[in-house]
């Protein structure tokens, strides 16, 4: 069963845009969620968390938001740079450092 | 700083073989957890090691098995080899846990003839 998932293979967005990146799950026991970037031949990149006390967190052009309720967070990139093409795992956490993946989201930011 | 070192970053193997593949993490930290990527199954956990002691584990069978060592490099074991083992396997380090912001090392890539 697919505890989290990322229901869009990919995404092309416009440079200077707005990406939205989405992702729901299943278990109401997850307390953390986590967004990670993988480049191809590298390694996930970690790019913003949220603790599920919370709905909002920004980093820089980076902003994650939480729906408990819905049991659906999503991503919001603004604006979108061509250097932002890449993998993008949502990924979520009950037990620490366990973490559960969906299986990514495409971004495509064209120039 | 250096980052999680993985070695080797390529191998191949045939079934019934056994493996073992090596993690560096990063200076200081003491969590090492490693997962395996497939096509199908997307990112998985095996298995996480704090201070030499397993801390969690991942619904992977007993041919999968982890180590850590006083310096915090840890290596994984897979025996009797699948061709479905065959996978890109990351080790990912952190302080000391918990938040799940890891670092990703470049991955191991295991393919199983």
């Known amino acids: 069963d697919q505890q989290v998932k990322q229901n869009s293979p990919s995404l092309s967005v416009q440079e200077g845009r707005i990406s939205i990146l989405n992702c729901d799950y299943t278990n109401s026991m997850f307390d953390y969620f986590l967004w990670y970037k993988k480049y191809p031949a590298e390694g996930p990149t970690f790019l913003i968390s949220?603790?599920?006390?919370?709905d909002k967190n920004e980093d820089g052009r980076f902003t994650v938001f939480l729906n408990k309720s819905a049991k659906h967070l999503s991503l919001h990139i603004v604006p979108s740079q061509p250097g932002d093409s890449a993998v993008y795992f949502c990924a979520a956490s009950e037990y620490g450092n366990k973490l559960v993946f969906g299986a990514g989201t495409i971004l495509r930011v064209k120039s | 700083k250096a980052g999680v070192t993985q070695t080797p970053r390529y191998l191949i193997k045939t079934r019934g073989q056994q493996v073992t593949l090596s993690c560096s993490p990063i200076s200081g930290h003491r969590s090492v957890s490693w997962y395996q990527q497939t096509p199908g199954q997307g990112l998985q956990f095996l298995f996480e090691?704090?201070?030499?002691?397993?801390?969690n584990k991942g619904n992977f069978p007993g041919r999968f098995s982890g180590r850590q060592f006083s310096n915090s490099r840890s290596e994984m074991n897979v025996s009797t080899l699948e061709l479905g083992d065959s996978a890109l396997y990351l080790c990912a380090s952190s302080f000391s846990g918990g938040s799940g912001e890891l670092f990703f090392g470049e991955g191991s890539r295991l393919t199983v003839l």
């Open positions: 949220i603790s599920s006390i919370k």
């Open positions: 090691y704090f201070s030499e002691t397993q801390r």
